[in-house]
C-alpha cells in the first residue's frame, strides 16, 4: 500500500510506527529493512489490515510463513523482543476483523512493558511470541468487531480495531490498529454532502474512542493508525472538478442510476468524468498528484467530526488511495474510486503534547508518505518520524 508514515524523533528516544495492509512481501521486507536502517528505531510498531487479503481461506498460510521471514531476518536481528498478534480465525464470523498488530523492540531499549487487560498491570516484555486463532482470549490487548447493524449492507464486514498499551521509559501509552467502513457504491456517495457512509464511519470511529477511553482502565496518550477508509466529500469534489459541464444519467430498467457522465459545453462535448457503483474515470489524474493533492483537502471533512479528541500533522503527501496494482504504474490510480486519505495516524490531545514539548522542539516532524514511485498495492504507506509511522 501507499500509505503515509509519521516520524516524531526522539520522542521516545528513537521510535518507529509502522502502518500497512497487505502487499507484495518482497517489497514490504525492502520497504521495512530501508526504513530501520534510516531511522534506526527502537520500537518498530506494523498494523496490518486484511490479513490473508481477499482469499483470506488460502492465503492465511503464506501470512504466517510472512511473519515467520519477518522475525528471522538479518535486518531485524538486533530486535529479540517481538509481540505478533494475528487475527486469522476466519472461520468466526461473529470475531474475525483481519487485523493484524506486530511490534519489535530494538535490543539498546532496556526497559518496556506491556499492559495485561485482564490483570490491569504492566508486565516486562521478554522474548519473541505470536499469537492468532484467538485473540479474544490473549490478555494484552483488547479487540472488538464492529456490530453488524453498523453496516448492514456488508453481510460479513471484517472491520474492527486492536488495543495494546505500552510503557518505555517515563511514558506509557496505548496503540490502536483500525479498519473502518468502505464506500460500497460511487453512487450512493455522491447523492448528498455528507454521504451516508461518512456518518458510518463517524459512528464507529465514536465507539472506538468510547471504548479506549472509557472507565475500565486509566486513560493514557493514545495514536490510533490505520485504514479509515475517509473519503472526500463526493458530491462537492464532483461539483468542482466538474463545474463547467453537463450531466448525463444513464437509468437501469428499473429506473435506477446505473451512471452518470459529465461532459464539457463545449470541445466537442468532451467526457471529463464518468461515474458508476465502482467506476470513478476522471480524465485528469494529475489534479490528486499536482502539489499532492492539498487543493482537494477542502474536501477532506471527516476528521473535522473529532477536532476535539483526535488531532493529526498537516498532511503533505498525495491521496493514499485507490493506487494502481499494477507493478509498472506505481504513482497510477485506479479508476474505481475517488482518490482520497483513507490511511492515516491520528493520536489524542495527550498524546500530541507529548510529542510537541518544548524539549523536542528543535526536532523534525515528518509526515509523509513512502514508496511513491513503487507499486505496493492499492493503499499507500503513511508514516511519522521521530517516533516514526508508516501507514501501508
Request: proline content about 4%.
Amino acid at each position: 500500500k501507499n500509505h503515509p508514515f509519521f516520524l516524531f524523533p526522539g520522542v521516545f528516544e528513537t521510535q518507529l510506527f509502522v502502518l500497512f495492509a497487505l502487499f507484495s512481501p518482497v517489497l514490504f521486507f525492502c520497504l521495512v529493512f530501508q526504513t530501520v536502517q534510516s531511522h534506526k528505531p527502537h520500537f518498530l510498531a506494523l498494523h496490518c489490515q486484511e490479513v490473508g487479503g481477499k482469499n483470506f481461506e488460502e492465503s492465511m498460510s503464506h501470512v504466517d510463513n510472512f511473519v515467520k521471514e519477518l522475525l528471522s531476518s538479518d535486518a531485524l536481528k538486533e530486535y529479540s523482543r517481538a509481540r505478533v498478534y494475528l487475527d486469522e480465525n476466519y472461520r468466526s464470523q461473529e470475531h474475525f476483523t483481519a487485523l493484524g498488530s506486530l511490534y519489535f523492540i530494538h535490543d539498546s531499549l532496556k526497559n518496556i512493558q506491556q499492559f495485561d487487560f485482564k490483570a490491569k498491570k504492566f508486565r516486562k516484555v521478554v522474548g519473541k511470541e505470536t499469537c492468532s486463532e484467538t485473540l479474544e482470549s490473549t490478555p494484552t490487548l483488547e479487540k472488538a468487531k464492529f456490530p453488524q447493524d453498523y453496516f448492514p449492507e456488508c453481510k460479513w464486514s471484517r472491520k474492527g480495531f486492536i488495543r495494546t498499551r505500552w510503557a518505555m521509559a517515563d511514558c506509557a501509552f496505548d496503540l490502536v490498529n483500525i479498519h473502518l467502513f468502505h464506500d460500497a457504491s460511487n453512487l450512493v456517495a455522491w447523492e448528498k454532502s455528507p454521504s451516508e457512509y461518512s456518518g458510518t464511519r463517524q459512528k464507529a470511529l465514536a465507539y472506538v474512542l468510547d471504548r479506549i477511553t472509557d472507565q475500565r482502565y486509566e486513560k493514557l496518550p493514545f495514536f490510533v493508525f490505520g485504514d479509515f477508509n475517509f473519503r472526500l466529500d463526493s458530491k462537492k469534489v464532483i461539483e468542482k472538478l466538474c463545474s463547467d459541464a453537463t450531466m448525463q444519467t444513464i437509468r437501469t430498467d428499473n429506473n435506477e442510476i446505473h451512471k452518470l457522465v459529465f461532459q464539457e459545453t463545449d470541445n466537442d462535448r468532451k467526457v471529463i468524468l464518468q461515474i458508476e457503483k465502482k467506476l470513478f474515470n476522471y480524465v485528469n489524474q494529475e489534479v490528486f498528484r499536482e502539489d499532492n493533492g492539498t487543493s482537494l483537502l477542502e474536501f477532506d471533512k471527516e476528521l473535522s467530526v473529532f477536532k476535539e479528541r483526535l488531532h493529526e500533522q498537516e498532511i503533505g503527501f498525495p491521496p493514499s488511495y485507490p493506487y494502481s496494482e499494477d507493478s509498472s504504474q506505481g504513482k497510477q490510480y485506479m479508476n474505481t474510486r475517488c482518490p482520497a486519505w483513507c490511511d492515516r495516524i491520528l493520536m489524542s490531545p495527550s498524546a500530541r503534547d507529548m510529542l510537541l514539548k518544548p524539549e523536542n522542539e528543535e526536532k523534525s516532524i515528518v509526515y509523509d508518505n513512502i514508496g511513491p514511485n513503487v507499486c505496493m498495492g492499492d493503499h499507500k504507506v503513511t508514516q511519522p518520524h521521530s517516533l516514526c509511522a508508516i501507514v501501508l
